[in-house]
């Protein structure tokens, strides 16, 4: 048995300068800035709403989700059964390809433990 939720909405941004990115999404979503590390930066928001990360990238823009697990094999096994597909690992984190096209990756847990506040995975498909 295994956790996972929703964790991160990563809006990619194809810049030189991910400060100035950041700045764009901060005003236009009405979020301070809230932290800087390398590529990435985080917008403000409540512990119990997802993410928001601004990321300086070299491929075109585009918005991208994060799955977060308490065991990553297991979640990205139980997403292969659904049709997803692994397109790359990357530092800590698995980038997957859904059936449908989009790419989005399953990463550790960022928001601290995961149960009793996430779905609890059992079998391949359904929530517990």
Known sequence: MHHSRLSTFVIDCRTENADEAARFWSAALGRPIESADGNY???????????????????????????????????????????ARRVAFVK????????????????????GPLAGRANEWEGPRAPR
């Open 41 to 83: 930066r985080q917008l403000a928001g409540t512990a119990d709403e997802p993410i928001l990360l601004v990321q300086k990238v070299d491929h075109p823009g585009r918005i991208h989700l994060d799955i977060e697990t308490d065991d990553m094999e297991a979640e990205v096994k139980r997403l292969e059964g659904l049709g």
């Open 92 to 111: 800590t984190w698995w980038v997957m390809e859904a059936p449908t096209g989009q790419r989005f990756c399953v990463v550790n847990p960022q928001r």
